[in-house]
């Protein structure tokens, strides 16, 4: 599937399925070499993070326990809230856990400070952020990332989980959505 398939929808393919596949490799072996010897809790943020987790966590050879949490600020519009709200908590307690938020994108960072200090809160050991975008122009609030896929413009993005009104995740690739599909 190509950006052709989606018609006049998508502008352009930013991020094509080679790159994403090669970047989750490189990233993939840095996680196993930064918890080796340790019982590390990926989470997942609903429902973005779906396809990078299924695609990261099979990359890994480190032993991992999985759990999701759905949070969401946007709404169906292209623009954050700003308010967190938690619509599915995690079924483990991540007291005294290494954990490692596996997120599809950080676009303000509001979504991301707000989890990590939640997570920390928990008495969880450590929390890192894994993301596959980031778009630096966009930042609001600071949040250190240790792993990140891509930086990409302050665009509307597309696909590989990302979605606009509920639609698009299931593209492989990460594409730019054209304006005329969210002003009509
Ligand atoms: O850095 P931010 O500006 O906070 O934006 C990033 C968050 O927004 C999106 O989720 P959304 O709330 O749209 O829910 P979804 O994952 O179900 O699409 C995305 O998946 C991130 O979780
Ligand atoms: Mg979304």
Not at 10 to 29: E, P
Not at 149 to 158: A, K, S, Y
């Amino acid at each position: 599937m190509d950006a052709s398939d989606m018609g006049e929808d998508l502008t352009k393919v930013l991020v094509d399925a080679d790159q994403i596949d090669r970047r989750l490799d490189q990233i993939a072996a840095q996680i196993d070499r930064d918890y080796a010897g340790r019982d590390l809790l990926l989470v997942g943020v609903l429902k973005g993070a779906v396809v990078v987790m299924a695609d990261l966590s099979r990359k890994l050879h480190s032993p991992v326990e999985i759990d999701w949490m759905a949070v969401s600020s946007y709404g169906s519009g292209t623009k954050s809230s700003g308010v967190v709200r938690i619509l599915k908590d995690l079924d483990t307690d991540v007291h005294d856990r290494d954990v490692l938020i596996v997120e599809d994108i950080i676009d303000s960072g509001l979504t991301l400070s707000w989890l990590k200090d939640n997570l920390e809160t928990r008495g969880a050991s450590s929390v890192r952020i894994a993301a596959l975008l980031r778009k630096p122009d966009a930042v609001k609030v600071e949040v250190e990332v240790a792993y990140v896929g891509f930086d990409i413009p302050n665009e509307f993005v597309v696909g590989y989980g990302l979605d606009y009104d509920e639609r698009y995740r299931h593209l492989p690739f990460v594409g730019t959505l054209a304006p005329h599909v969210y002003s009509d």
